[in-house]
């Protein structure tokens, strides 16, 4: 079945660059997400890229697609401690009904 | 903030009892769907509505059940809950007509604690 991975955490300091990794099963994946959910929060959608783009640039965040190596990064410049949260990979699904997330990467800013 | 409104915020029962969760999707929304986030399984899907139709089902398990009504707000009934059901279950919504895909915008979310 379709499958998403992505590493667990990651630690960057403040002002410095995050790049957060995604892989996916799913060649025909049309439609990639990235949400963010803080400490008891829902999820907020941050960006996404459609299949036939290799790049989406939104503010600090940039979002770089490999289709061949079916691999999605997400990019955050000048990481802020209120960057901090879990940033979640997902990808709709062969019938377009249904989201598959990975399990989270925790992004921890320190100052 | 989404649009997507859910009640309870959080929900705390016995097991073998039965909960009902409720969730208002945004103005102008026709699909809703379920999903469920717990620390072993991480975010998994449920089911999908459509303008009151059911259209998809992922991995929901019998004793769970949906609709979606009229007014195109949805619940999702939890019956004879047991302690691996204590999870987030979340809500999300999107504008999605029939055969096309689109944006899921969720709501914050009900925690739901099976002691």
């Known amino acids: 079945g379709e499958d998403v991975e992505q590493s667990l955490f990651l630690s960057v300091r403040e002002g410095d660059s995050s790049v957060i990794n995604c892989t996916y099963t799913?060649?025909?994946?049309?439609?990639l997400y990235w949400y963010k959910q803080e400490p008891g929060a829902g999820l907020q959608l941050l960006t996404y890229i459609f299949s036939n783009m290799d790049m989406k640039q939104d503010q600090r965040l940039t979002v770089l697609l490999n289709k061949k190596d079916k691999h999605l990064s997400l990019r955050i410049a000048d990481t802020q401690t209120g960057d901090s949260a879990i940033y979640f990979c997902a990808v709709l699904n062969q019938a377009g009904t249904a989201l598959i997330f990975g399990k989270g990467t925790t992004l921890s800013v320190s100052s | 903030d989404s649009g997507v409104t859910q009640t309870p915020k959080h929900l705390i029962t016995a097991t073998g009892q039965r909960v009902t969760l409720r969730c208002s999707p945004r103005?102008?929304?026709?699909?809703v769907y379920w999903y469920q986030q717990s620390l072993d399984q991480g975010l998994q899907f449920l089911i999908q509505y459509y303008n009151g139709e059911e259209r998809a089902k992922g991995n929901i398990l019998e004793r769970f059940s949906a609709q979606q009504f009229p007014d195109l707000h949805s619940e999702l009934n939890l019956s004879s809950l047991e302690l691996g059901d204590s999870a987030l279950y979340f809500c999300?919504?999107?504008?999605?007509?029939?055969?096309?895909?689109?944006?899921?915008?969720f709501g914050p979310g009900t925690r739901l604690t099976v002691l």
């Open positions: 103005s102008g929304d026709l699909s």
């Open positions: 799913d060649s025909s994946s049309t439609y």
């Open positions: 999300a919504s999107s504008l999605a007509r029939q055969g096309a895909t689109d944006t899921q915008y």
